[in-house]
């Protein structure tokens, strides 16, 4: 489904500041026969919208540190060297350079590797909350192999399995202020 987002539903323009006690950044991989989930509880971002559609752009700095699986063992592995490696990389971050209204394509940063990635954006609407500020929401999604950004960790299984799969499902749930003045 296609939504022109600056006509069909007039969204104002102007530089938005996503709001992150109302957003979520998740993922899901697989180990062995099931999913884990997992999410970023420290980001931060901007979404400029204007007249066209092409001329939206979206920058999220994603604090890799703040994992969290509801496993603290694992949230901690996962910020080691073997996964994440904080230390060394510091946070992931997002950069649009194209979007048609439904496909937003950017450059995503992990460990230091920059790749081209795809998301499909859903808009899910404009509105003023109880105190006047006007809200931008939008959901996307993409699945991308972690092995091409260097987080190739993983230990391998009886008949050829590995305990990590490589393809991460990436859900973005986003609601975003229209900064005072834009």
Request: proline content about 3%; charged content about 25%; aromatic content about 8%.
């Amino acid at each position: 489904m296609s939504i022109d987002v600056t006509q069909s539903t007039k969204v104002p323009t102007g530089t938005w500041t996503i709001d992150p006690s109302h957003s979520e950044v998740g993922f899901t991989v697989r180990h062995l026969m099931t999913k884990v989930r997992g999410q970023f509880e420290k980001f931060e971002g901007t979404i400029a919208t204007t007249d066209e559609v092409d001329g939206f752009r979206a920058s999220a700095t994603i604090d890799l540190n703040s994992v969290n699986t509801r496993d603290e063992t694992r949230d901690n592995h996962l910020r080691s060297a073997d996964f994440f490696d904080v230390e060394k990389h510091g946070p992931m971050t997002f950069n649009t350079t194209a979007f048609d209204g439904t496909t937003a394509t950017g450059e995503l940063t992990i460990k230091g590797v920059t790749r081209p990635v795809e998301l499909e954006v859903e808009f899910l609407g404009v509105d003023v909350d109880a105190f006047g500020n006007t809200r931008i929401g939008y959901e996307a999604t993409t699945e991308i192999s972690r092995k091409q950004w260097g987080v190739d960790f993983n230990v391998p299984l009886d008949g050829g399995k590995v305990l990590v799969g490589d393809k991460v499902n990436v859900v973005l749930s986003i609601q975003a202020i229209l900064n005072q003045g834009a």
